[in-house]
């Protein structure tokens, strides 16, 4: 198999088995990130993806989903992606479901019949690391596009019927923009249908400009205490029909669906918050490695 060290997948999609269409990250500049530093990008060649799927047939040919790596598969263009979706489907043809996380600039230069298409071939699911819907925020960690791309990009997904989740990152606007990246974040999700929110919380790794600016005192981070707050903040003002989830790098184990679980998780925060032993919360995010 062609993969390029480090190998990362959404741990909530199946895990098995996997196929690298792309290697790195075509942004690779956000400032809380070093996941793809190393990487360089680069669209991985046909022969290689037909050599991997030989290899997966063998060993699973009845599968039934598949995880598209790396970091933003549907970078590639349409004209360049296709082909390596068909070819998938060739070898696996009892495919139910292709999964790929994606930024919301690859979907930018994809016609609706575009995405509709690349769905009728197997792509029906997709995870958008958005982190804010807040656009000093956006700017702040360098993600590279808008709120309002944001917007006009889900639509499109769902004009295409392709589910998608979107990410919300507690904390990464630190404690100067910390009430605004929440209530934004949860404003845009709002106007959006996605079928998972999922959060996490922001941890500070060596190798990241987010880090070296809170060295230097140019970034005020959240305590654990306020992370909680400013996620109250986000629950409270959320309002999509959508499953939630707490990501590993959360200080809370919170999954389900949204909207009849609502004020429940609420309370779970306000709990936490009133009650939480802040430094074992803290202590846990001091021991993540990474993301």
């Not at 549907?74 to 082909?83: E, K, N, T």
């Not at 029906?124 to 819907?133: F, R």
């Not at 909207?259 to 936490?272: D, G, T």
């Amino acid at each position: 198999m062609h993969l390029t060290e480090p190998v990362y997948r959404n741990p909530y999609w199946p895990t098995f088995p996997l196929i690298q269409i792309t290697q790195g990250c075509t942004h690779n500049s956000c400032k809380f990130c070093t996941m793809y530093r190393d990487v360089p990008f680069r669209m991985m060649p046909l022969e290689w993806i037909e050599e991997d799927l030989k290899e997966i047939r063998a060993v699973a040919p009845e599968a039934k989903t598949i995880q598209l790596l790396s970091a933003n598969p549907m970078a590639l263009s349409y004209d360049r992606l296709m082909p390596r979706l068909e070819l998938i489907r060739k070898y696996l043809p009892k495919l139910e479901h292709m999964y790929a996380c994606t930024r919301v600039t690859d979907i930018a230069n994809k016609s609706v019949d575009q995405l509709r298409a690349l769905r009728e071939v197997g792509l029906n699911e997709i995870s958008l690391g958005v982190e804010s819907g807040d656009d000093w925020t956006l700017q702040r960690i360098n993600k590279g596009y808008t709120a309002q791309d944001i917007l006009v990009q889900c639509h499109k997904l769902e004009e295409a019927g392709i589910a998608y989740w979107v990410t919300f990152l507690n904390g990464v606007a630190g404690r100067e923009h910390s009430h605004d990246h929440a209530v934004h974040s949860a404003e845009v999700f709002n106007q959006c249908h996605p079928m998972l929110v999922g959060t996490g919380g922001l941890t500070l790794f060596p190798g990241t400009p987010l880090l070296d600016e809170a060295q230097r005192g140019e970034f005020a981070p959240l305590t654990e205490r306020e992370m909680i707050e400013e996620l109250l903040t986000f629950v409270q003002t959320l309002s999509c029909d959508c499953l939630f989830t707490t990501h590993h790098t959360s200080s809370l184990n919170l999954t389900g669906p949204f909207l009849p679980r609502k004020q429940q998780i609420i309370e779970a925060l306000q709990h936490a918050i009133d009650h939480a032993d802040m430094d074992v919360l803290a202590a846990r995010r001091a021991s993540k490695r990474g993301l």
